[in-house]
């Protein structure tokens, strides 16, 4: 039979700097595609640009009778402040190893979340509570999210 689910979100922010290049592009390609998220700026200047993000993290799953949650939300928290934001929270993005070879879009940012913070939340009640999204909001009116694959 099957046993309905409950969805448990966290919304927490912080601020990063990140700019957009792609190598094998001129720099007015780079410019051309990118905007203003592109490294190149007006009068040979070179500068990243910052964001305060919205990151939503969502974790699924079957209530557990003996707390009654899914997860608990400080439990959560605590995992998104040292898995996160205390790794992008007041940082260039592109510095961080993973982007070494990536770009630093939204898309590329859930990617490097997920990573970080699914085998914790995984962990906590395997089976029974799973990561099954992420979200994050680079302006008040643009966001990405990267959920779990279904079976």
């Known amino acids: 039979m099957y046993e309905p689910t409950v969805s448990v979100t966290k919304h927490l922010t912080f601020d990063a700097a990140h700019y957009l290049v792609n190598n094998s592009f001129s720099k007015e390609e780079n410019?051309?595609?990118?905007?203003?998220?592109?490294?190149?700026?007006?009068?040979?200047l070179e500068e990243p640009h910052g964001h305060t993000y919205h990151i939503e993290v969502t974790v699924e799953g079957v209530i557990d009778v003996k707390t009654g949650f899914v997860i608990d939300f400080k439990e959560l928290k605590k995992i998104l402040q040292e898995g996160i934001i205390e790794k992008l929270d007041h940082r260039l993005i592109n510095n961080i190893p993973y982007f070494?070879?990536?770009?630093?879009?939204?898309?590329?940012?859930?990617?490097?979340?997920?990573?970080?913070?699914?085998?914790?939340?995984?962990a906590i009640r395997?089976?029974?509570?799973w990561l099954?999204?992420?979200?994050?909001?680079?302006?008040?009116?643009?966001f990405a999210t990267l959920n779990r694959k279904k079976n």
Not at 100 to 108: K, M, P, S, Y
Not at 126 to 129: D, F, K, L, N
Request: with cysteine; hydrophobic share 35%.
């Open 100 to 122: 070494e070879d990536r770009l630093a879009t939204v898309e590329n940012i859930l990617y490097y979340v997920w990573k970080e913070i699914v085998n914790q939340i995984n």
């Open 31 to 44: 410019t051309k595609m990118f905007h203003k998220c592109c490294l190149y700026k007006e009068n040979d």
């Open 126 to 129: 395997p089976g029974s509570a």
């Open 132 to 142: 099954e999204s992420v979200r994050i909001w680079e302006t008040p009116d643009s």
